[in-house]
């Protein structure tokens, strides 16, 4: 049932939006069974039993070995397949539709006004959080068009849009198709990020700018996969460091400046284009109740783009 866009003054807590786009996502129940050769990282769909004893584990003949729900570590596949487990039921990885937007942007760099970055990252990201991307190439802002490529992509569990702000097309698109739940989130880089439901599929809506995008996904499409995976969201690596700048922070917003770290020093990075988002060694979150925080308070990096 297609309900109204929100008034562009509406702003939704980061905490709120979370909650309530979560409500539309549940672990999802297609099971794939694979050989435990590519099993890390996947979701057991099943307890696993051995098939096998392993006395210095203790490990008998239909004695569980890891309950359902366990996300396989690389470790543990040598502790399988000494249990004469070969094969394992698991949850299917989370589909996620990504589709940018925008009448400047191609998809081949050798033919475009200005190339396509936001999508093509975000599917890297996604990829790596356990989601089976479907990337498409850009689609004009033009009505049919982008009713096409929601349309095309309600089959997945979820479906990322960039390149969008509150106002325009694909913003009335999605309003007729199905609920915009937010068209303005209380974040910064993000404001004019948005959420939607069609068909009772979640729909991330996130602007252009690389650094804006990159916080939707860190902060709305990573909880919402780890939920269709029903995985546990693992902290990000952390370091602790001396801010030496100001960071500015408006009341009520929750602020997410990347910072490059050196010697135990977290310096801010200016602008929100893809060299400084991509150039960033973490990122430093201010709550939505603080001003700001002041140089010399030694503050908590999150690195996002961590590589184990």
Not at 76 to 99: K, Y
């Amino acid at each position: 049932m297609a309900g109204p866009s929100p008034s562009d003054a509406a702003s939704l807590s980061l905490e709120t939006a979370r909650r309530r786009i979560g409500s539309v996502a549940g672990p999802i129940d297609r099971t794939d069974r694979i050989p435990l050769s590519v099993a890390v990282g996947r979701i057991l769909a099943t307890e696993t039993t051995a098939n096998e004893s392993v006395e210095e584990a203790d490990i008998s003949v239909d004695d569980t070995v890891f309950e359902q729900g366990h996300q396989v570590r690389p470790g543990d596949v040598g502790l399988l397949r000494a249990t004469g487990v070969s094969e394992l039921l698991v949850r299917q990885r989370p589909q996620v539709g990504i589709v940018p937007t925008g009448d400047e942007l191609r998809a081949d760099a050798s033919a475009a006004s200005k190339v396509e970055t936001a999508g093509f990252t975000l599917a890297q990201y996604v990829d790596r959080w356990g989601g089976k991307v479907t990337y498409r190439d850009p689609v004009a802002d033009d009505a049919p068009a982008l009713r096409m490529a929601v349309q095309r992509d309600l089959t997945r569990d979820m479906i990322v849009v960039t390149g969008t702000e509150p106002g325009d097309t694909l913003r009335e698109i999605v309003a007729e198709l199905g609920e915009v739940l937010a068209d303005r989130l209380a974040i910064d880089p993000g404001r004019r990020a948005g959420l939607a439901v069609v068909e009772n599929r979640p729909v991330v809506l996130l602007p252009e700018s690389a650094s804006a995008a990159r916080v939707g996904a860190v902060q709305l499409v990573r909880p919402l996969l780890k939920t269709f995976a029903h995985a546990p969201l693992s902290a990000h690596p952390e370091t602790r460091a001396t801010l030496a700048a100001n960071v500015d922070s408006q009341n009520g917003i929750e602020t997410f400046t990347p910072v490059a770290v050196s010697d135990g020093t977290a310096t801010p990075l200016p602008g929100v284009d893809l060299v400084t988002a991509t150039r960033a060694d973490g990122w430093v979150s201010v709550p939505a109740d603080e001003a700001g925080i002041d140089a010399g308070t030694t503050v908590t990096v999150e690195d996002w783009d961590y590589l184990p």
